[in-house]
Structure formats: C-alpha cells, structure tokens
C-alpha cells in the first residue's frame, strides 16, 4: 500500500465526512426541520461517541485501503457521502412526517 494514496484517500473521505455533516445541519435549517439525529447524537455519552469515531475512522481506514486506485477511491468516498446524505434527509423527513401524525 502506497502511504501518499492512503493519506490523500483517508483527507478525501473526512472531508466528505465533514462536508455531510456540514450539509445535514445548515439544510435541516433551511427546510426547517429539526436535525434530531444531531440531538441524540449529542446526547450520547462520550464512550458512546468514541465508539461511534472509532468505528467511522475504521470503515474510513478500510474503505481507503481497499480502493484499488485513486480515483475509484474518491468516487467512491463521493459515493457514500452523497448516499450518507440522502439517507439523513429521509431519516429526518420520516421522523417530521412521524411527529405530525401524533
């Protein structure tokens, strides 16, 4: 394994991490729904949330590793984030759409 394409891979998949992550907040802001996977995240305790880093850096690592060259690596830590994304935007509409039934 070439450590200069682990590195550039691993940056690549944090910063897709952070942009996620970055993305979730400010739109659940902008449709106006109420970002309820961040709260109970924050909720958690903090061995609960070193277990949830620890496993993210080890799929992050894996992934990495796995990716037989560079660009399919970057396609696809492009591919789950746009994925990771989606499937927050359905959780919270799920749990909008839960809360205004009751």
Partial sequence: MNPAKFTLLLGVGLLAFL??????????RIVGLDPTLAQ????????????????SGVVLGT??????????GIA???????????ALMLFELAQQRERATT
């Fill in 63 to 72: 992934a990495s590793l796995a990716a037989p060259t560079v660009g399919v």
């Fill in 19 to 28: 942009f996620v992550v970055s993305l979730y907040v400010v739109w659940t």
């Fill in 76 to 86: 696809g830590m492009s591919l789950l984030a746009a994925s990771t994304f989606a």
């Fill in 40 to 55: 109970r995240c924050a909720r958690l305790s903090r061995p609960a949330r070193m277990g949830i880093a620890l496993v």
